[in-house]
């Protein structure tokens, strides 16, 4: 038997592209580079964590004596970015030359810091466990003070970063008086978020180990970061 003729048909499916520009042409993903992709994200987000908490560590181990404090937490603040964006290696190396410049500029407006805090604590726990008119006289003014307080202090850490090598703690307060001037709602939603953390810490003092630093610098690195304004992209139609 003669057996049937067998014919292949072969038709072009190639996508020509029109001269008014139209039509796309697809691109197929090699294989595995979403997986890949998404290593590399969770990679990198690791690291960032990985480097904020051994500035954590090295914050509080620095913090423990009382004029190295506040100088520690102004050298946190201003490689937190770095930290973030994982741009600049040698971050230990920045973060112990951040700390010397501090304690060269700061030491002692940052012990005043420290003793005027430790002041304002202990008028709070006192005033809110006494009694009589006067309690509710003395908690009126300072719970607005220290709400005050907080939110210039908040702002000076959002200052740090772009403050100069001959920065004074005048010309830094000066900056974080307009930055509170211009900002105040964000301002005023970190003054929140602090005593929130604060109310915490004081029921788990061991969150104070793992945040006692960081806290403070993200709440001011959060707020100074700039709007982000809406472009065409944005709009769907």
């Not at 994200?41 to 181990?61: H, I, N, W, Y």
């Not at 190396?93 to 501090?102: Q, T």
Request: net charge positive; charged share 15%.
């Amino acid at each position: 038997m003669r057996s049937p003729d067998l014919r292949v048909i072969v038709r072009d499916h190639t996508i020509k592209g029109r001269p008014d520009g139209t039509r796309r042409r697809s691109v197929a993903a090699p294989p595995g580079a979403g997986g890949a992709g998404r290593t590399s994200a969770v990679l990198t987000k690791l690291s960032v964590v990985g480097d904020l908490l051994m500035l954590q560590l090295v914050f509080v181990v620095l913090s423990l004596g009382i004029i190295t404090l506040f100088p520690a937490a102004f050298a946190l603040q201003r490689v937190l970015a770095d930290a973030i964006s994982q741009d600049k290696p040698k971050l230990l190396r920045r973060y112990f030359g951040e700390f010397r410049w501090a304690m060269k500029r700061f030491w002692l407006s940052g012990f005043g810091l420290y003793a005027g805090a430790v002041l304002l604590a202990f008028g709070l726990s006192f005033w809110a466990f006494a009694g009589g008119a006067a309690r509710v006289f003395a908690l009126v003014v300072l719970i607005p003070l220290t709400g005050m307080i907080l939110g210039l202090y908040l702002s000076g850490l959002a200052v740090l970063p772009r403050a100069g090598d001959d920065a004074t703690m005048k010309t830094v307060f000066r900056s974080a008086n307009l930055f509170l001037l211009r900002r105040p709602l964000p301002v005023a939603g970190g003054v929140v978020v602090l005593l929130t953390w604060f109310a915490l810490a004081s029921q788990v003092p061991t969150l104070l180990v793992v945040g006692s630093g960081l806290v403070p610098a993200l709440t001011a690195y959060a707020m100074s970061r700039p709007r982000r304004e809406k472009t065409s992209e944005d709009v769907s139609i």
